[in-house]
């Protein structure tokens, strides 16, 4: 654990601009000097959302929609083209995050996991025997939700509502993340990307987990974990820094 002042340490963010203003605002504010390394950015489907809206013209079928990220809640809201949310249909959300994302665009969440982790939500939804529930994911994202929703019984149908790319990273700034201190981790793809930007070794700095997924990924890929966050949202990221770093 370093003895360093807050001033002197920091932390790379691997969000995009658009996503990572609050968190790094956060940081900030506590101190840390923020390097902006942007590994993903997010962008339509290769159908360009054609299955989405499919869907959605026939969303009364589903018992909920489940949401595990705000880029699924923007996937979703710019798609709807004014259909009325039916009665019957729930909005279930991964964790606070995403809950605050369905409030944004005018739609609040029916349901919130108390752990923000996919096998939570898929743990603790209420189940609905004679209709699935919907699923809007990213083109990567992995089997675990679906697999915790059928053992217990339920149907779920995934579409891929965004893809996630790798923009180019310019050398300077790489260089720049590997003099930091931590790097925020906030999806398993994000560790792949990280590794697959900066090459495997001991290069890259110790990481900071959103959550045991991504963790795990990270562990996977040879990283150190140094703290998950506690709970799993930019809260919980801050304080993971704060203990890890502070003196």
């Not at 279930?92 to 029916?110: C, F, H, K």
């Not at 149907?155 to 790319?165: K, L, N, P, Q, S």
Request: charged share 20%.
């Amino acid at each position: 654990m370093t003895t360093r002042p807050p001033s002197s340490l920091r932390v790379v963010v691997c969000r995009s601009e658009q996503q990572g203003g609050p968190l790094i605002e956060m940081l900030e504010a506590s101190g840390f000097e923020v390097v902006r390394f942007p590994l993903i950015e997010v962008t339509a489907p290769l159908d360009d959302g054609a299955e989405l809206v499919a869907c959605l013209d026939r969303l009364g079928r589903f018992s909920s929609v489940v949401f595990t990220s705000a880029n699924s809640v923007l996937a979703v809201a710019s798609h709807l083209e004014g259909r009325p949310w039916p009665v019957r249909t729930g909005r279930a959300a991964i964790g606070r995050a995403s809950a605050r994302a369905l409030s944004d665009v005018g739609l609040p969440a029916t349901f919130v996991a108390d752990i923000a982790t996919a096998e939570s939500l898929g743990a603790t939804l209420p189940i609905d025997d004679d209709r699935p529930v919907l699923a809007p994911l990213a083109e990567l994202a992995g089997d675990t939700l679906r697999d915790a929703i059928e053992a217990r019984g339920g149907r779920i149908e995934r579409v891929t509502a965004y893809r996630t790319v790798t923009p180019l990273v310019p050398d300077d700034l790489v260089e720049d993340v590997r003099a930091s201190d931590l790097v925020l981790l906030t999806a398993p793809s994000v560790a792949d990307r990280l590794v697959d930007v900066l090459g495997p070794g001991s290069s890259i700095p110790d990481v900071v987990c959103i959550g045991p997924s991504t963790a795990t990924a990270a562990l996977e890929l040879g990283l150190t974990v140094a703290a998950i966050a506690d709970p799993h949202d930019d809260a919980g990221l801050l304080g993971a820094v704060v203990s890890t770093l502070a003196p």
